[in-house]
């Protein structure tokens, strides 16, 4: 089955540090790319999606792209701030799979002022 | 941003006896989902329903579990009996086309 790794459980930064989280798939499908973020007390919250490979998917200032060789996908931001603290999760959307999410663990991201 | 409203948002519940989670979905959305998350893990889908149906449902739907939507209140997710390895925070999602799954904040059950 669908399967997504996301080995990087906290990571710890400075503001205006560069961040990147990656991640890698498994599927048999073309599959559909995501990453969500979510704040605490929250739900998780759409991000970012890329639906082909080497295109990139832009937004907050948030830059994801997924390279098909080597099945990864990274989230990575320039210049992190405090308000970014939150948890990221990648996510693969199966092609043909009625939008069944498959989550990666999560990486809490804290940063400090 | 479109709401997902997860009600409540804390069960404690005895094991052994039903509870029933319920989310207010987006309203005109058509695609109903729930997750479950055990803490520390990742998120893992449970079930997705639409049109009344259960779409897909995967190994964690156990037979002790049932959703429905009934003239489109709630869409609710029943476990009955619950278990301990029940407790969890289980997210609510819904869309409109299969696209963007919007979330709740989730409900946290505890089963003791």
């Known amino acids: 089955g669908d399967s997504v790794t996301q080995k990087q459980g906290q990571v710890t930064l400075s503001e205006d540090d560069f961040l990147f989280i990656n991640c890698t798939y498994s599927t048999t499908t073309y599959p559909t790319l995501l990453w969500y973020v979510q704040y605490p007390g929250q739900g998780p919250q759409l991000l970012l999606k890329v639906t082909t490979a080497n295109n990139k998917g832009i937004s907050r200032g948030f830059e994801a792209t997924y390279d098909k060789g080597t099945t990864s996908f990274h989230l990575q931001k320039a210049s992190v701030q405090e308000s970014d603290s939150a948890v990221y999760f990648c996510?693969?959307?199966?092609?043909?799979?009625?939008?069944?999410?498959?989550f990666g663990k999560g990486t809490k991201l804290s940063v400090k002022s | 941003g479109p709401k997902v409203l997860q009600i409540p948002s804390h069960q404690i519940i005895d094991m052994g006896q039903m509870v029933t989670l319920n989310c207010d979905p987006v309203s005109n959305h058509l695609y109903f989902y729930w997750y479950k998350q055990i803490l520390g893990q990742q998120m893992e889908f449970l079930v997705n329903f639409y049109n009344g149906k259960v779409m897909e449902k995967s190994k964690l739907f156990k037979d002790q579990f049932s959703v429905e939507r009934p003239d489109g209140s709630y869409f609710t997710l029943k476990i009955q009996p619950t278990a301990l390895e029940d407790s969890a925070v289980y997210f609510c999602?819904?869309?409109?086309?299969?696209?963007?799954?919007?979330f709740g904040a989730g409900t946290r059950l505890s089963v003791l």
């Open positions: 999602a819904s869309s409109s086309s299969q696209n963007t799954l919007y």
């Open positions: 996510a693969l959307v199966a092609g043909g799979s009625n939008a069944k999410l498959t």
